[in-house]
């Protein structure tokens, strides 16, 4: 019952707080801040209550409770069983990611400079958009095999798209009166693409790099689940085995809290980077 | 042929635009055009004519299809740093403070560091902006913007200026001022100037000379001498032959617009 009064009084305080945060960007500050931060903590506390009832321990199959997902998250932290997974399949991100972005971020480039380019690569980059990419796994896997390589070029791919449009997006809309500046006052064609057009693409540069990386998580997930895997895919497929939901439910929220973590941190870099250079 | 201190030099100039499937639209036809060092031009017609487009040619951003232009002496193939372009929109890089946007010019120069400055801050201080020199151009007025992109096409020292309707898009009293303190600029530095608007006051309060451009094609349909004095103070907006020359560029501008409703 008294969860219930709580979720009201949180559902009551939370539009409040929005509307500090709307009328006092910033300045209005402090109180704002502090308001937001216990709404949050609020509605979090009631999604959990919500949870540890509804969740029932009584069979290992069943839907389980907080209490029973954090000490499964904490057995298998602690076990090491966790952590190596979660490192296993990070390996297969970054690379892939790393990887997505070597192509796409050059490749975006030259499609929103040359027309030429544009002309040539378009059509591939919308098709890998367009299709399901989950739909080519068993294509990639009937080529590649089951490897290592395999789920790294499944994240290439989910990455690849994404990041490629918006530089390019970004590049091409270099307004007219600023390309028509750079060409007059500029004599180097590598001091304009650098000072002007670089800089002009780089805020939405910027969100489809961090965009990227939301889809080379999905990537690297589908890869772990669809092709054999020694990562999170494999505890993940163990315990769904041993109709542990504990675990799985564990491991679910281990991939979930890295992933927004990871993307916290994409969007912290962004921010600072648009700073330094680009203070306007 | 020449004579030595013609500085823009156009001769049977012509400029068409494709429209599609082969054909064309001729944007400027046989335009004939000097330019004397040290001269202030305007060029003035009814939207259309295509008075941008012959700057930008000058300027060497756009091709043109026959004839010739040549600026100082050289067939003009493309920009050149003879040459300096004030845009109507200001074209600044907004992520660059005034200062960064005037230095712009100077940076693909091979201008050693502390020379560049020192040319920034006399440019600066002429447009009036060095108290403004760390703002960003979002946080300054339309007419402090178009100081800044007046102090860019100085810094390089081209020998012409070329004002694509610059104070276009200012309202009525930072225009009058600007006006004023491009002639006084003008005075200063000597350099030539072409100088394109659609306002007949402006054109003539600035200009020795006044070239109508008639529209589609693009053909110059009279060139008027303004015989004012110079310097050319506020007080000049007062005299009668001031006003007399305004309207006379109007009454030609009327004359062709009426002759063709379409443009109205």
Redesign the interface.
Known sequence: MTETLTAAQAKARTPAANTDDATSPGSGGRRGTWRGAGARIASAAVVLAIWQVAGDDSRQINFPTVTRTLRSLWDLTASGELPRAVWDSDQTLFLGYAIGLAVAVPLGLAMGTSRVFRAAFRPYVTVMMAIPMIAVIPVLQAIFGLGFSTRVLVVVLFTIPYVTTAVATGTASLPVDLAEMSRSFSRSRWHRFRTVVLLHALPTALTGIRLGLAHALIGMIIAELYLVSTGIGSILTYYRGQFDAGAVFAIAIAVVVQGYLLLGLARLAERHAIRKVRPA | MTQPDTIIDIAGLVKRYPTGRGRSTLALDQIDLRARDGEFISLIGPSGCGKTTLL?II???VPYDGGSVRVNGKECDG?G?D???V?Q?F?L?????VEGNVM??L???GIPSKEAHSIVDHYLAMVGLDAFRDH???QLSGGMQQRVGIA?ALA?DPSILLMDEPFGALDAQTRTLLQSDLERIWSESRKSVVFVTHAMDEAVFLSDRVVILSPRPGRIHEIVEVDLPRPRTDAIRGMPRFTELTQYVWDVLRGMIVREPGLV
């Open positions: 930008k300027n060497g951003l920009p740093p040459r300096a372009m845009f929109s074209a890089l907004p992520w660059r403070t712009f010019g940076e693909s120069r960003y151009p979002g860019r390089v």
